[in-house]
């Protein structure tokens, strides 16, 4: 991105903390959601029901995500060609599973008579994972570049290859991180 | 007895061989920035042009919601009189008796008090007050060749740019703009058929706003960024400029509160679009029942405010920044209290997280959980008045230079006081029980945020008009402008504390109906005649903006107040990149003046021996 011949004196690079800082503005925006769900809740009228098993699915498709792209990246450092293309791929297969399972697994609430509409547990839950899915869509638009980059260029660890590489990692793993907040904030608080 | 400051003799020489090197000039630039009219005015990705931009459609705003504020005054000032001569311009909006009196349609009344709140809180006072000088200013006073993300920093701007658009047409659709006012609380906001301004109106207010905060989210995170990671060598936090602490936590505060309101928006789009029940329940419209249950309408009430009060330190602390600052420069002294004024700045942040539902003593909120609210409300007094305190000890026994700028800049703490106060009363959970939702709010956040900021923000484009345009904006008229100001400001606003404390309720479209409000006919009648004077005068601000601009006096030397920050260091006529050649370095804090007999030492100039010694003396 353009920052060319802006200095940064310090170790951090400033696209790197730039991201961090709108990590921390994403968390506010889940928070905010979560602890009006606590409010919510709190009112009384409020619908019991079981998560569907599909989220613990999902789950595992997305940390094993996550553990692939760290293993792409230290490929990638190391100049593993073969192993860090393989990676790459499989962290987009990984993160397109996820959503599509997230997606099958609104169908299933559906189907177990749990609407969007209606009482506002499960909307909390469709609007929560759903709004966390968009922002894997935004992390996967960075994969497909990533893996794009990949397989045209030549594999070198350049300091802005390094850097492309390093800001889609970030965001992934946060995807991830958010995604562990929530499955688990919806198992205990119930 | 010669100085113990050792000065350099020629600025420009001296930066040359004390200043960072980070190889700016070698890369060539050219083609990326300004080259040609588009990138140079329009997808400018230069902070002093975007700064600019940001500053033009803030004003552009400000006219608009300011005339709007006019139509209404008109309707509580004289209820009987006959407006048709605003039919051209307002078309069905203005209802003709049989007897040919025209009047301000109901609807519109709502319209237009929700659009005057809406613009003047996020358009004008956030975006064109720090949008404008965090862009002008971050760079230039932290020693920055641009902001870290120069695209970003752009598509701010034009994000900024799109929410106005979208804003701007929901003014001519045939169901009018949303009109449930600036807070936008559900069911008004959340069921389309509420009422006309609920429909499309309110479909093209939230996306507006959504749009908005992209662009303050973008913005911020840039400020952000920047502060903490591109301030030139020598430039720790503790020798920022107030200026600089201010911006920078406003952007955290936005970058922390926004994000709250669009998960409050979020849910209102569901409400609205999806037929859930997030802030709904048992509703009747004409007679029907709607088949929304179990939903809150606090919780919006929530999500909104926990953004909505650190929003009125969003507005504010950018023009207490520019208030420290211009007040320094004037007085000749420094700052008094500077770490005193950081910390208060960090306390009044964080302290504004955790007091939003004073706005809602009076929504059914527990009592009990309201004295929490009213405890940590009371304390943001504190440094609050840590700041006036600090403000007027700079002034006491200053070489004070009345000017423009100046006298703006203690206008703000007038005003700033006269509205603080009045907060304390609010802040008590059972006085709010009378003045809630009366014309005493009104009163207390148009002085305390409307007024003041905009006499921060007065301030701060009297002292950098010359920053931006070379030139000098015209003093006579500015002066004029300020007095004109201070007394039509107060003129509308003191009588609305009498009007709140009789009970008078806000958002009325007619008082004829009640004894204890009718009374207040004459009031109300000087009260909009003070809101056209007031207007009158800003007209004349703008004509002396534009011809300033290309008639102005001219800037002959860099740092025409003898000021001691950097961005006086950089050549009168702006250049992409600020300095032309290396960065200064930093070798003082922002508030040297007066000292050891100087009048200013500006920040690049390096502590000699000798003054080192006298520092050491000082001291003990
Ligand atoms: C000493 C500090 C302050 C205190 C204790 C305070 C207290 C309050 C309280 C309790 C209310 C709610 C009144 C009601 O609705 O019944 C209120 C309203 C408001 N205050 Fe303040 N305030 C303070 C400073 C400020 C500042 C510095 C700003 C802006 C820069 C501000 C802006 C507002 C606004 C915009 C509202 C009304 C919002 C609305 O209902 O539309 N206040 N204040
Ligand atoms: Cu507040």
Redesign the interface.
Known sequence: ??????????K?H??R??LF??C???L??????T??YI??QS?G?WLEFDLPTLFYVSTGALLLSSVSLQACYSAFLKGHATMYRGLLALTLVLGLAFVILQFQAWEAMFDAGLP?????SP??VY?LSG?HAAHVLGGLVSLVVAVIHGFRLPVLATPRRKLRLQLTLTYWHFMDFLWIYLLLFFVLQR | MSSVITRPQNEQAFIEEDGYEDHFHDHHHGDKYQSNFVTTYIFSMDHKMIAKQFLITGMFWAVIGAAMSLVFRLQLGFPAGDISWLEPFLGKWITISSSGVGSLSTEFYYAMVTMHGTILVFFVLTAGLSGTFSNLLIPLQVGARDMASPLLNMLSYWFFFLAGAVMFASLFLSTGPFSGGWTAYPPLSALPQASTGSAAGMTLWLVSLTLFVVSVLLGGINYVTTVLNLRTKGMSMWRLPLTIWAFFVTAIIGILSFPVLVSGFLLLMFDRGMGTSFYLSEIFIGGQALDHVGGSPLLYQHLFWFLGHPEVYIIVLPAMGIVSEVLAVNARKPIFGYKAMVYSILAIAFLSFIVWAHHMFMSGVNPFISNFFVIFTLIIAVPSAVKVFNWISTLYRGSIRFNSASLFAIGFVSMFISGGLTGIWLGNSSIDIQLHDTYFVVAHFHIVMGVAAFFGMYAGVYHWFPKMYGRFMNETLGQIHFWGTIISAYAIFWPMHYLGMAGVPRRYYSFANFDFTSQFGAMNAFITVAAFVAFSFQILMIVNFFYSMYKGKKMTTRNPYNATTLEWTTPIEGIHGNWPGKIPSVHRWAYDYGKFGEDAISQYVPVSEAEAEADKELVH
């Open positions: 991105m353009s920052t060319t011949g802006l200095i940064s004196r310090n951090i400033p696209l903390l730039a800082i709108s921390g503005s994403i506010m925006m889940f928070g905010a959601l602890s009006a409010v919510r009112a009228n969007l509409k209606g009482n506002p909307s909390f609007v709004l």
